[in-house]
């Protein structure tokens, strides 16, 4: 097994070479012989719990197959990768060994390998069914196990010792998202000469609800370890300074907390919202080619060329609110509010952490309520729902925005929602109308929205139909001004802004 295959082996053997940084580039300088003691370090390393790409497969002559993963973590970090370069730190979406590490797309990736039992207790178990939930205002219950928690700390540490090794010394590491919360301190540990970011993709809770896990010193902990702590939201921020003086007795002031190094010395760690964006040029110019103009027009011709199409467009989770939109829907209909004859909701709920049981019981009740939609109101040859459990490429996406008269972003719960921000970095036409949660992070940025209580059917309800009927000079002022605001605070920005704060020490 050469080194670099054995770093990221889930097998524990001869995982790590000793935490000393010079010593890294002693190897790298002595030799050019990658299968042996050669690993490439980088000085920029993202450490997310997945590649950017999930191997999907082996092909005929035994190379792996590689898609691109799902979620917003990817969308939104790949093109900062491609642009600055480095390396990225990830599982491959499926158990088993990880493999040697590989380049794509001008980003070095290193594997990530999980077993079948982690896979179980670290992503679907704490990371799906213990925090997710919890951080998302407890709208399913969260499940406590400690074994699932002994294999999270397993998992974070294998993810640090990993980081350690690909770090060239003084290299700046962002670690991302809840699954890696342990890692920030873990890597301190091994590397203490490393500038260590954190950035929390999804909310991070109130002290009420935080304060039910029996980890929660650990995890806060865990994330002290950075130099910089990110979130969505000032409400996120202001939770996690909470967290940090109530489950571990810390102080803090303004944005930063300081954190006890022995001997009566401090560290200061700052926690500051950075609200994450898209790459809203390169999707624009995505929405501008004729190919997805065109197609956008078959998709409206298929569907039967109504006058309104609405449309939704998230993974299948229950924090999404999709149950709540669909009996909006219903209920329009119910009422004559809006017709069969002429308005169609398409929802695209793509498939997402399927042998977790309450996305099973999710996905159960959303096809019985879209089947009993489209029982009662459908007529031969036109279906009032469109549901589609299935992932689709950038340019059908961006092709069912140009197709949709009003985007449905109705989550219960969300730490940004970047589908918000790619529906209105598509409308070039600036013709569209976005509804949006206020329960969503980018609620704080996108102001010209229809913002809605997703809670609230009726509010839901009146919004929508406004939404419908809405004059053409008025959808133009509103989506004005929300392209505005998408175009001059994209993806670049924010990671130009995490990462400069970064290499500042983590002030401002
Ligand atoms: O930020 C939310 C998040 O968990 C990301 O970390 C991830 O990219 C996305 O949702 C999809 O989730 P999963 O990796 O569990 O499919």
Redesign the pocket.
């Known amino acids: 097994m050469n080194a670099a295959h054995s770093d990221a082996a889930v097998e524990t053997d001869d995982r790590l070479a000793p935490p000393d940084p010079t010593r890294a580039a002693a190897i790298d300088t002595a030799t050019n012989d990658m299968s042996t003691t050669h690993t490439a370090t980088s000085d920029l390393l993202v450490v ?3 590649l950017p790409v999930d191997r999907t497969g082996t092909a005929a002559d035994g190379t792996p197959i590689y898609e691109r ?6 969308a939104a970090l790949e093109p900062v990768m491609r642009a600055t370069g480095g390396a990225w730190v990830g599982w491959p ?1 499926v158990a088993g060994d990880a493999g040697a590490p590989f380049e794509s797309g001008g980003i070095q990736l290193v594997p990530v390998g999980l077993s079948a039992e982690e896979v179980t207790r670290f ?1 679907e178990g704490f ?2 069914a213990t925090l ?1 939930p919890l951080y998302h205002d407890v709208i399913v219950q969260p499940i406590f196990h400690r074994s699932w928690f002994d294999a999270y700390e397993a998992v974070n540490r294998r993810f640090a010792e990993v980081a350690a090794r690909h770090a060239a010394p003084g290299a700046s590491v962002w670690v ?4 890696l919360q342990l890692v920030p301190a873990r890597l301190r540990e091994l590397r203490p000469d490393l500038r260590i970011g954190f950035f929390n ?2 909310p991070f809770p109130g002290y009420e609800i935080f304060s039910q896990l029996p980890w929660r010193r650990q995890i806060v902990e865990g994330i002290l370890g950075a130099d910089l702590v990110g979130f969505q939201r000032q409400s996120d921020t202001t939770n996690f300074l909470r967290a940090c003086r109530r489950a571990t007795r810390l102080t803090t002031r303004s944005q930063r907390i300081a954190v006890p190094t022995g001997e009566g010395a401090t560290r200061v760690v700052r926690a500051a919202p950075f609200p994450i964006s898209i790459d809203s040029a390169g999707f624009e110019a995505l929405a501008r080619t004729p190919e997805v103009a065109a197609r956008a027009r078959r998709i409206r011709s298929d569907l039967g060329d109504p006058a309104t199409v609405l449309l939704g467009v998230d ?1 299948l989770d229950y924090t999404k609110g999709i149950l709540e939109r669909l009996k909006m829907f219903e209920e329009l209909l119910e009422d004559g509010q809006v017709s069969a004859s002429d308005t169609v909701l398409v929802q695209v709920a793509s498939p ?2 399927e042998r977790v049981e309450a996305y099973r019981a999710l996905r159960n009740d959303v096809e019985v309520t879209v089947g009993r939609i489209n029982g009662d109101h459908g007529v031969v040859g036109r279906a009032p729902v469109h549901y589609l459990h299935q992932s689709f490429d950038r340019a059908e996406m961006a092709a069912l925005y140009l197709a949709a008269d009003v985007m449905l972003v109705t989550a219960l719960r969300d ?1 940004m929602n970047l589908v918000a921000k790619e529906y209105v970095a598509a409308r070039h036409d600036e013709d569209g109308v976005l509804v949006l949660s206020e329960f969503a992070g980018a609620a704080d940025e996108l102001t010209q929205a229809l913002l809605v209580n997703p809670h609230d059917i009726d509010g839901m309800k009146e919004q929508v139909v406004d939404a419908v009927r809405m004059s053409p000079s008025q959808r133009r002022r509103r989506m004005r001004a929300l392209r505005r605001r998408v175009a001059a605070h994209d993806v670049g920005r924010w990671a130009q802004s995490f990462l400069g704060a970064l290499a500042g020490g983590g002030h401002d």
């Open positions: 997310a719990n997945r993963s799902p979620g917003g973590l990817v979406g992503y990371s799906n997710w991302q998202d809840y699954q993709h999804i993974r997402s952490r730490g």
